[in-house]
T-cell receptor, first 112, second 109 residues
Framework: SQTIHQWPATLVQPVGSPLSLECTVE??????LYWYRQAAGRGLQLLFY??????ISSEVPQNLSASRPQDRQFILSSKKLLLSDSGFYLC???????????FGQGTRLTVV | RKEVEQDPGPFNVPEGATVAFNCTYS??????FFWYRQDCRKEPKLLMS???SGNEDGRFTAQLNRASQYISLLIRDSKLSDSATYLC??????????FGKGTHLIIQP
């Protein structure tokens, strides 16, 4: 069966510090991978998606970036965090664009 | 601009009652529809898919109305454990999933 792992679960970082969140998927190959952010009391915002190694599409301009160095690994990064980067970050995978997605447990990021 | 709209609630419902809420979508070309459930401070989890012919899973029934561009979720005999936020999800092909902001449901004893 397929599983998705995301870590860390919680993170407190100072403003201006770098960020690296990692997500890995097991039990499937060539999945679509997604990074979402959910701010407090708000909906899910798609940040990035990837249909293959090295292929990243950005949905919103920001100081975040994403990379997919391996088929089942998706990384979210920032060189310098802003206060507004605080939120609940969720990685997800799907078999294609017309199918349901499955989420990792999420990382709750607080920038202080 | 693609939009998926939900009543944020909260819906306060007594245990054992039936509750229903809708979700409207703006793109008539939308192809797939789902309901997700999200508990407080947790990740969303797939509750059920929504088919053109409707879909029933135990106490939960999902319906799709393409003509009016909405999907619905009906929960019968509600349990305390049904308290959560219910997210409507619409897929429009290569644009991937679009989430509604969710409907907050509170089942009261």
């Amino acid at each position: 069966s397929q599983t998705i792992h995301q870590w860390p679960a919680t993170l407190v970082q100072p403003v201006g510090s770098p960020l690296s969140l990692e997500c890995t998927v097991e039990g499937t190959s060539n999945p679509n991978l997604y990074w979402y952010r959910q701010a407090a009391g708000r909906g899910l915002q798609l940040l990035f998606y990837s249909v293959g190694i090295g292929q990243i599409s950005s949905e919103v301009p920001q100081n975040l970036s994403a990379s997919r160095p391996q088929d089942r690994q998706f990384i979210l990064s920032s060189k310098k965090l802003l206060l507004s980067d605080s939120g609940f970050y969720l990685c997800a995978w799907s078999d294609g664009f017309n199918t349901e997605a499955f989420f990792g447990q999420g990382t709750r990021l607080t920038v202080v | 601009r693609k939009e998926v709209e939900q009543d944020p609630g909260p819906f306060n419902v007594p245990e054992g009652a039936t509750v229903a809420f809708n979700c409207t979508y703006s793109n008539s070309a939308s192809q797939s529809f789902f309901w997700y459930r999200q508990d407080c401070r947790k990740e969303p989890k797939l509750l059920m898919s929504v088919y053109s012919s409707g879909n029933e899973d135990g106490r939960f029934t999902a319906q799709l109305n393409r003509a009016s561009q909405y999907i619905s979720l009906l929960i019968r005999d509600s349990k305390l454990s049904d308290s959560a936020t219910y997210l409507c999800v619409v897929i429009e092909g290569a644009d991937g999933l679009t989430f509604g902001k969710g409907t907050h449901l509170i089942i009261q004893p």
